[in-house]
């Protein structure tokens, strides 16, 4: 049965809009810049007014300008103007996880995440996502844009061993709307031509690979058979052993157990050379070169390293469905419901398995690697919109800059989907793809969780500050905090229907 699509909605996109008074951090790693006003129209940014620049191509004086009586005006006084946010890896979700996709889209929506990169069409098939995905272009529903993204094989009437095979599936899905594949894994010659053939085809490719395939073909062979992205972080440290070819498992060790395959994964890095030996930093070299993008996902982990943390963020109260509660909860059905008996050991060996990756990580971008920043949420109990900011705050921590922590999240992402002519910078000939808040979020990125950031007073007065107020896509103006307060109500009703409190 498929899940119910995004509702409809009456976005009116058309006509002039001017975004007035802001401050644009402008997504292609340039600093801050303000006042300005942006005017949209129809679905482009068409100007960028703004008091004088050196070297700045003369336009309309800032001061002399005023909206024409048409205009849509949004007046962002005070506030921060950034491209939206580009989710690299997301997950719509499906029946047993995330039964209303219009929930999961409003809580994009309200952190400001514009596009996604939807990562397999896992649950719900192909065709509902490129539905959706049209849906979304034509703004008849209030939703990120969608790349739908399919994962390998699915649907095929026979295995896809010999070429012709793959290659007729391959047409297939591009035929449907597939703007990309995911691989878990498959034989090497198969994933090789895959790899080969989606290339030639325009298809991107995008890979979690499974450990149980890992020997067989690594993040190396990835690169070389030009994979378009890593996912997480199987594969890497794999690639790099010099005193072994395969992890050291437990020797009860059983894949389908997930408590077992995540608690292995807590103490994969320090099987890898130490950072900064000369094997790790040959393969970063080899990686760079290669021309990959990492997709970490840090924040699909952190649970492994602090349950306590995830599963008390204080968001799940209002934003976390019973259905998806049960979902998160320990149980065999669900991925990534692993914490049966989860250990102050296993959390401390994961402190020191995420040192190494955010090391690796950081490093391979000072390089000239790519990386891209994706939620995962839906899993592990990672809220979608907040995981989001939460993974933010993770390359913060990785040791990126604020502002390189945005560029990444919207321009490089852009690239990430080929697609950075269209989106992922305020720029003139841009899509008008926005998200305005009355606060500086690179002072601090927790302003950007849709409930905003807390703050005190001597007397112990809270207030609630930041939190994106108002989303621009494709021309459309979107009410953030509505559109939160939609998802808020929307899992109230869900609670009370299926009587689940957080588990
Ligand atoms: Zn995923």
């Known amino acids: 049965m498929p899940i119910p699509a995004g509702r409809s909605v009456d976005l009116e996109s058309k006509g002039r809009l001017v975004v007035m008074n802001c401050t644009v951090v402008d997504g292609t790693g340039a600093p801050a810049y303000g006042p300005a006003h942006i005017v949209v129209e129809d679905s482009k940014i068409v100007e960028i007014i703004r008091p004088y620049v050196p070297g700045a191509r003369e336009g309309i004086p800032f001061e002399g300008f005023a909206p024409g009586s048409d205009d849509r005006v949004v007046d962002a006084e005070g506030g921060y103007v950034l491209p939206g946010f580009i989710d690299a890896h997301a997950h719509i979700g499906g029946e047993k996880q995330t039964p209303d996709a219009q929930l999961v889209y409003d809580l994009w929506i309200a952190h400001g995440i514009t596009t996604v990169r939807e990562a397999g069409s896992l649950r719900n098939g192909l065709d509902f996502v490129v539905s959706e995905a049209g849906r979304s272009s034509r703004n008849e529903i209030i939703a990120p844009s969608i790349e739908p993204y399919v994962v390998f094989a699915q649907g095929a009437a026979e295995e896809l061993t010999s070429p012709a095979s793959i290659d007729a599936w391959l047409e297939d899905v591009k035929g449907r709307g597939a703007a990309g594949v995911k691989f878990f894994g498959a034989r090497p010659d198969?994933?090789?031509?895959?790899?080969?053939?989606?290339?030639?085809?325009?298809?991107?490719?995008m890979c979690h690979r499974a450990q149980t395939d890992v020997l067989r073909t690594n993040v190396r062979h990835?690169?070389?058979?030009?994979?378009t992205s890593v996912e997480h972080a199987y594969g890497i440290p794999e690639a790099m052993f010099i005193d072994k070819k395969i992890q050291e498992?437990?020797?009860?060790y059983n894949y389908v157990d997930e408590q077992d395959r995540f608690r292995a994964l807590g103490s994969l890095w320090r099987q890898a050379p130490e950072p900064g030996h000369p094997a790790w930093s040959a393969f970063?070299?080899?990686?760079?070169?290669?021309?990959?993008?990492?997709?970490?996902t840090f924040v699909a982990y952190v649970a492994s390293r602090d349950l306590t943390h995830a599963k008390g963020r204080p968001w799940h109260t209002d934003f976390t469905t019973g259905?998806?509660?049960?979902?998160?909860?320990?149980?065999?059905?669900?991925?990534?419901?692993?914490f049966f008996d989860w250990t102050t050991e296993d959390e401390v060996a994961w402190r020191d398995n995420y040192q190494r990756w955010m090391a690796f990580v950081r490093e391979f971008y000072l390089r000239g690697g790519k990386v891209a920043i994706g939620s995962d949420a839906g899993f592990i109990y990672n809220v979608f919109g907040f995981g989001f900011v939460e993974e933010l705050e993770l390359f913060r921590e990785a040791g990126f800059s604020p502002l390189e922590i945005v560029s990444i999240a919207t321009l490089r992402n852009a690239e990430l989907l080929q697609k950075e002519s269209e989106i992922g910078s305020v720029e003139v000939g841009k899509d008008a793809d926005l998200l305005i808040i009355r606060d500086n979020p690179l002072r601090n990125l927790k302003l950007l969780y849709g409930t905003g950031h807390a703050v005190y007073s001597d007397e112990g007065e809270k207030r609630c500050v930041?939190?994106?107020?108002?989303?621009?896509?494709?021309g459309a103006v979107i009410d953030a905090r509505e559109t939160l307060e939609r998802a808020r109500r929307a899992v109230a009703a869900e609670r009370a229907d299926t009587q689940s409190e957080m588990y």
């Open 222 to 227: 990835s690169a070389r058979w030009g994979l």
């Open 466 to 474: 930041g939190g994106v107020e108002t989303v621009v896509k494709k």
């Open 323 to 338: 259905v998806l509660s049960r979902f998160f909860t320990p149980n065999r059905a669900s991925h990534g419901a692993y």
């Open 284 to 296: 970063i070299d080899e990686l760079v070169d290669s021309g990959i993008t990492l997709v970490p």
């Open 190 to 205: 198969v994933y090789r031509h895959a790899l080969q053939r989606a290339r030639e085809m325009g298809l991107l490719t």
């Open 249 to 252: 498992y437990p020797l009860d």
